[in-house]
């Protein structure tokens, strides 16, 4: 198993795991793997993004999923170009050019249309500041990040290290967020002035109750 994280991080796991099982053991083998910057794995599907979020001199980072854009084979094209069915379809469908039984070359350009399906979901947790989130967020289908107060105790946010819902929802409208959810509310705001407030600068929020099940 490999487990990513900061490098603080990693040193609790490394604690925790020695409480457990002793100093250098595990039940499994394991890769302790420091976050960096950037990709942090392609899994064919999907790949895992990381970037560094500011809290409270912690090192935290947020993290983005997101699915790789799918040309899908025009029909009117093959049948234009007399492909037959078989193989050779899918070959092109993969990207490969083919050559037809009358020594005829297509190549993928000819017949795949243009690229549709990408999908990103970008999830935040404890942060003080939305400042270089945007590049990250940006055109995100699905925003998770905390809001933890309101506009009006920024100054007690900004003691503790938190946003406001106000900030998260103006980081959603200026990136071009298809849908925010708000999290890590705190217990002295109902739901419905937290949904108040980001609505107000972003109209597709909602609050993240316990078991949301959201499709992207």
Known sequence: MKIHGSPSTLDIVIQMLAGVW??????????????????????????????????????????????????????????????????????????????????????????????????????????????????????ADLLVIEATFLDRDLAIARDYGHLTAAEAAALAASSNVKLLVLTHISGRYSDVEVLAEATERFPNSRVASDFDHIVI
């Open 22 to 139: 002793g100093k250098g053991r595990a039940p499994i083998p394991l890769e302790l793997v420091p976050l960096v910057t950037g990709q942090v794995l392609d899994a064919g599907d999907f790949s895992i993004a990381c970037f560094p979020v500011r809290h409270r001199q912690t090192d935290s980072f947020g993290f983005s999923f997101e699915s790789p854009a799918r040309r899908h084979v025009r029909p009117d094209r093959l049948a234009a170009l007399r492909v037959p069915d078989g193989p050779v379809r899918k070959e092109l469908a993969e990207g490969r050019p083919v050559m037809l039984p009358d020594g005829r070359t297509v190549h993928p350009e000819e017949v795949l249309g243009p690229p549709q399906g990408c999908k990103k979901l970008v999830v935040v947790g404890d942060s003080e500041t939305t400042n270089g989130m945007a590049e990250h967020v940006r055109d």
